[in-house]
C-alpha cells in the first residue's frame, strides 16, 4: 500500500520560508518522479515543481528563484524549500509520486497523491 504524506504547511507572514516535506513509502522511490501541486479555495490546482529520479528539477514561472525543490532518496522524502512567500502562495500544497524512468513533467498523471499541507501567507 503506497502512502504518501506530507507536513509543514503553517500560517506565515509575506516575505518568510517554509520547508515542505513529503515522504512516499510502500514503492520503489528512487524509480518515481515526485512532484508538488497547489489549490487555492476557488481555483484549479496547479503545478508548482517536480524533480525526477536523477533530480532533473522544473518549476513553474511564478516560484522561480524562491523555491526548491529537492530529494533524499535514502529517506524516500522531497522537499520543498519555500522563501520569500506570498500572499498568493496560500493553498493546500500536495505531493504526488509517479514512475518515470525519465524527467519528470508536470502534466504527467501522478498516480499517488497524499492528503496535503496548508500553507497560508499573511500580508
Known amino acids: 500500500q503506497v502512502q504518501v504524506v506530507e507536513s509543514g504547511g503553517d500560517l506565515v507572514q509575506a516575505g518568510g520560508s517554509l520547508r515542505l516535506s513529503c515522504t512516499v513509502s510502500?514503492?520503489?522511490?528512487?524509480?518515481?518522479?515526485v512532484g508538488w501541486f497547489r489549490q487555492a479555495p476557488g481555483q484549479e490546482r496547479e503545478g508548482v515543481s517536480c524533480?525526477?529520479?536523477?533530480?532533473?528539477?522544473y518549476y513553474v514561472e511564478s516560484v522561480k528563484g524562491r523555491f526548491t525543490i529537492s530529494r533524499d532518496n535514502a529517506k524516500n522524502t522531497v522537499y520543498l524549500q519555500m522563501s520569500n512567500l506570498k500572499p498568493e502562495d496560500t493553498a493546500m500544497y500536495y505531493c504526488?509520486?509517479?514512475?518515470?524512468?525519465?524527467?519528470?513533467?508536470?502534466?504527467?498523471?501522478?498516480?499517488?497523491r497524499g492528503q496535503g499541507t496548508q500553507v497560508t501567507v499573511s500580508s
Open positions: 504526488a509520486a509517479v514512475f518515470r524512468p525519465y524527467g519528470c513533467r508536470l502534466s504527467d498523471e501522478y498516480n499517488y
Open positions: 510502500g514503492l520503489t522511490f528512487d524509480e518515481h518522479a
Open positions: 524533480i525526477s529520479r536523477h533530480g532533473l528539477i
